[in-house]
């Protein structure tokens, strides 16, 4: 059988010294319904019912409905309310956890707003002629969008037995985080990429795809050389970043050990000279680091060195080297 309703209208204390659900609400400075609501919920035991059905709140209600509040003013769903209502007196970090959880999950819906903000002013401000092909390009982006696509493009184009330790540093070097708040050229940027490494390789069949050194690299050269020429590409950053142009010096040095470590050969002049004309017929991925270029420099900055204009700045270096 149904309950009656409790009263709306505050009243004054019974003789056991128990709230009505109106009275506690007008304590709090809410409606009944509000109190009904999180009563219902399991958030705000009664302490008893009246003889005509009606809940019966002790004081300290008052306290309990008040942190109940808190939390969810805060955008806490109710289970996660009622897990820290719960555990409060038991539980270490229990409310922490819950606050550094909610904030992952706005950070990621303000991430995603961004992106869609972002996206929408590259359409609105697109040409005519470029606006199809634009909404095509954003419109198959997730927001915020994910670097699946491009973290299964490397892992296809890695040596098969390459350590798994030695792909993720690579990886993490090759796949760049989008921004969490991108201009619309960076989303354009991100958008043509995902576009790029879904698309079947412009090589004819049966071509090349990886550089010589890459397609003879075992499991442990692979590792070896990925290991040296991210440090040999970070070497050559710093100097690009100084604006320095390409020449002989450290960067090269590191460049050349790494290739020559893995082939087994000694570092000679001939090597160099076999080394530079090996590296110039390579398949060669421009496009993509144009693009990750313009993904990671900010606005009106000057280009961010990436691998691929580190490995491009370190072979014009050693052509530089050899021609002198």
Do not use: N
């Amino acid at each position: 059988m149904p309950l009656p309703s409790e009263p709306v209208s505050a009243s004054v204390s019974g003789a056991d010294g128990l709230w009505s659900i109106g009275e506690l609400a007008e304590h709090a400075g809410t409606t009944v319904k509000t109190v009904r609501f999180y009563s219902d919920s399991g958030l705000l035991p009664e302490r008893s019912r009246s003889a005509g059905g009606h809940r019966r709140y002790a004081p300290d209600a008052l306290e309990r409905l008040a942190f109940i509040r808190s939390l969810r003013g805060l955008g806490l769903p109710v289970p996660e309310v009622r897990r820290i209502v719960d555990e409060q007196a038991g539980a270490q970090g229990v409310l922490e956890d819950a606050v550094a959880g909610q904030l992952r999950t706005l950070g990621s819906r303000l991430s995603a707003l961004r992106w869609q903000e972002a996206a929408l002013r590259l359409v609105h401000e697109s040409s005519p002629r470029e606006r199809a092909d634009r909404l095509r390009l954003v419109g198959a982006l997730g927001t915020p969008p994910s670097t699946d696509p491009l973290a299964r493009f490397w892992r296809a184009w890695l040596p098969p037995r390459m350590p798994a330790k030695a792909r993720a540093a690579f990886l993490a070097a090759t796949v760049p985080e989008p921004p969490d708040a991108p201009s619309p050229a960076q989303v354009l940027a991100f958008a043509r990429l995902c576009a790029l490494v879904s698309r079947p390789c412009p090589s004819p069949p049966g071509a090349p795809t990886q550089p010589a050194a890459h397609r003879a690299a075992g499991a442990r050269e692979s590792a070896l050389l990925y290991a040296g020429l991210a440090e040999a590409y970070d070497l050559a950053a710093r100097t690009m970043r100084a604006g320095a142009g390409p020449a002989p010096g450290d960067a090269l040095d590191c460049f050349v050990a790494t290739y020559a470590s893995v082939l087994r050969c000694r570092d000679t002049p001939g090597f160099r000279h076999e080394l530079a004309r090996q590296l110039a017929v390579d398949p060669r991925l421009d496009g993509y680091w144009a693009l990750v270029s313009e993904l990671v420099t900010p606005e009106g900055a000057r280009p961010e060195p990436t691998p691929g204009t580190a490995h491009d700045w370190l072979l014009a270096a050693l052509d530089t080297q050899l021609a002198a």
